[in-house]
């Protein structure tokens, strides 16, 4: 059994992935980006451990640094110049900003991605795949069953004729092409063969009679469902907030954080052409909701830890 | 109560004239186990498969089949596909599905059973047939006699009442194809199912059955209890002769009469009551003093961070012998296959080949692999043993000495499996190759063949070849080998000529052995036991 989010039903996974994925590329405010970027590292490191680590210095960081630099470099929008570049254009704070917007959405997106990977293992796609694309589901499994097998024969192919020395690893280009392709022309004979074995397998279990149903091994609990429905109204409220543009922001041709209002107070940075409206009600709970939502799987995952801690002390 | 029914039952092939079957009668009461034997090509596979109508082959059929008073092709798909269930003969590819527990759900899928339905029977088959432990795993992690199972217990959680299985245990090594049997026994015992099944390996099979049925040239030649067999061995076809337990046999060469003995149990009664020599005096074979391998402190493994496959294995093959080495599964045979035929290399230790490095030398080593297919090259049998040798007079000589000159315009894969196990050691055996190896040959052969393979070798270790096989074969090595070697994680447990491996060895022995322990010393084959009670 799986521990945590992980263990919950494919279905309350999904929902949860689908919405950060929707709603971490429709909110470009600060906040959301920085809430977004903490949340998917951290469940990334309680996912894969150490791991991270290496994934971040090597891949991660410098993906955003490439993003950042090359969005500074070679996009010129914005109005506010810090410095001439070589070719005549100039460097904006927009431009910059912007790249780093860009550039830290696209990493936080991968982790994301990174993390449904660990979560979503294959049977649980199948299980989700299955109810709307039955026949596809099937022959998708059936795909996975198969390829480990092909991909042995054909080590068995080669062996065995390397064995009465039909080698593909020497002798001339000419030679080693004959009989790579003598490989491969068995491999396809022999599988088509016995493909034949397979069918019949399956009628003999019914395949092809009328009214096949799909199993999947998952079932709801409650938690499960309370959760998918918390998550829907995380969605809701923060497509409420989207629609009103109550978290709006622009980086271009000035940087603009949230929407102009009637209240509180606005400040300027006028060197930057920055401008920082206060923030609404409804900002505030849009902004709420979407943390929830984030860091809503360590939220799970740390509360099964401490309950187990404390059942393990009372023992 | 008749359960299956079967009048005047004839078939024969499309573009055939002789008759697969030819006008069987047959009935069978319901859980009943019946084991039908036959030598291969003897229609056995043809009727079983008319049985199940979703599997019955295209061709000319007249005659009824009647299961459950409803004649079989009027049965509704869906019905037939509950109440018949059949297993084959390949492990891998019945195996439909990635993962173990869907492949126990595909056929209950397939009836469209609610998902509760499908979690309780999927539930009761993993705890009857001790699947738990292997329940999440992806079906290709298996090994061969998990598959075979798994294949058993998806069949099963369709609830059949006939359960046919096509030679189920001939891809299997020795103890899984024993558990494998004895879960069909448990199965027909506590379930009441009736089983029909065809095997090579009679030696258990006999054991469980109820009744048997020989077949021969489509038709019955008998048809009765495992004791009747015994008593008529004489008067059935011949392939039974060699082909039945080792008790029946040697009851049959004696020619004793009276009540004939089944078991390797019945066959030491059987015995001691019997007046023979107490010793059987044996002549060692001398075997040359050259060697045509030497492996000194082999050890391999195959990725840096697993542990080790061999573990500083020493062995000699001499020369111009027949080399038997066995094993359990896992053990490392086929590794230490590949590094003889020098497919792999040991990360330390030392591999010569007639006393030089492998690299160097230029003896020709030849492999014929356990999965034959894998070496048929060209569209016919003909022109595949051409790709490799061009002289038609050689190809005519071998395809002679082996049988095959009848299926030369043939396709290889048209061919039976011992069919084809003959052309691929045709195609071997014109790489004129000074060492061959084998990869459990007598996989799946049936005991008339196996006299003809042994034949086969025997002249080609006269015509000075060595001959390696590895193999699960007891009782072929036992017979006809001339040194055994015992592979026991990842090292050579023991090593001596076949009859003291095999007299000093108390489990992992002939049944002829098993039979006379303590009875007649020294004793391993049929021949011997016949021998010993001849004299008197």
Known sequence: ?315 | MEQIKIENLSFSYPLSDKKAIDNLSLSIDGGEFILLCGKSGCGKTTLLRQLKKELAPHGEKSGKIYIDGQKSDEMPLRESAEKVGFVMQNPDLQIVTDKVWHELAFGLENLGLDTAEIRLRTAEMVSYFGINEWFNKKTNELSGGQKQMLNLASVMAMHPDILILDEPTSQLDPIAAENFLFTLSKINRELGTTVILTEQRLEEAFAYADRIVVMDNGGIAFDGTPEKVGEKLSTLPTFLKSAAPTAMRIFNRVGDSGVCPVTVRDGRGWLRGKECEKEFIFEEKTVSEKKAVELKDICFRYNKNEKDILKNLSLKIPEKSFFAILGGNGAGKTTLMKIISSLLAPYSGKVKIFGQKPKKCETKIAVLPQDVQAIFTEKTVMLDLKSTEKNEEKIMRISKQLYIENLLNKHPFDLSGGEQQRAALAKVLLCEPKILLFDEPTKGMDAEFKNVFASVIRSLVESGCTVIMISHDVEFCAKYADVCAMLFDGEISACSSAHSFFNRNRFYTTSANRMTRGIIKNVVTDEEICLCLNEK
């Open chain 1, 1 to 315: 059994m799986e521990i945590g989010f992980k263990g919950y039903h494919p279905i309350a996974n999904l929902i949860f992935f689908a919405s950060i994925v929707v709603f971490g590329l429709l909110f470009k405010h600060p906040v959301t980006l920085a809430v977004c970027f903490a949340a998917a590292l951290c469940y990334y490191i309680r996912l894969c451990g150490r791991k991270v680590l290496k994934s971040f210095l090597l891949f991660l960081l410098p993906m955003l640094l490439f993003v950042l630099v090359i969005n500074g470099l070679f996009a010129h929008y914005g109005t506010t110049p810090l410095m001439t570049l070589p070719d005549g254009n100039s460097l904006t704070f927009e431009s910059l900003i912007y790249g780093f917007v860009l550039g830290l959405s696209t990493v936080t997106i991968i982790m994301w991605f990174f993390c449904y990977s660990e979560v979503v293992t294959a049977d649980k796609f199948m299980f989700v795949f299955g109810r709307v694309l039955p026949a596809a589901a099937l022959v998708f499994s059936m795909a996975l069953r198969f390829i480990p097998l092909y991909k042995n024969r054909l080590r068995t192919i080669a062996e065995a004729q390397r064995g009465i020395g039909c080698d593909y690893k020497t002798g001339t280009v000419k030679q080693r092409i004959k009989n790579g392709g003598k490989i491969l022309s068995i491999l396809i004979t022999w599988s088509l063969e016995n493909a034949i074995e397979t069918s019949d397998s399956m009628r003999a279990r019914g395949y092809g009679l009328k009214g096949r149903k799909n199993y999947g091994k998952f079932r709801w609990s409650t938690k499960d469902v309370i959760t998918a429905l918390l998550m829907i109204l995380l969605d809701i409220v923060m497509l409420v907030g989207y629609v009103k543009k109550s978290v709006y922001c622009i980086y271009n041709p000035y940087v603009i954080i949230n929407p102009s209002a009637d209240f509180g107070k606005t400040y300027f940075v006028n060197e930057l052409n920055l401008t920082l409206n206060p923030i609404s009600p409804l900002g505030i709970l849009t902004l709420s909701a979407f943390t929830v939502l984030c860091f809503l799987p360590i939220i799970i995952d740390l509360r099964e830890d401490i309950k187990w801690n404390r059942l393990k002390s009372k023992i």
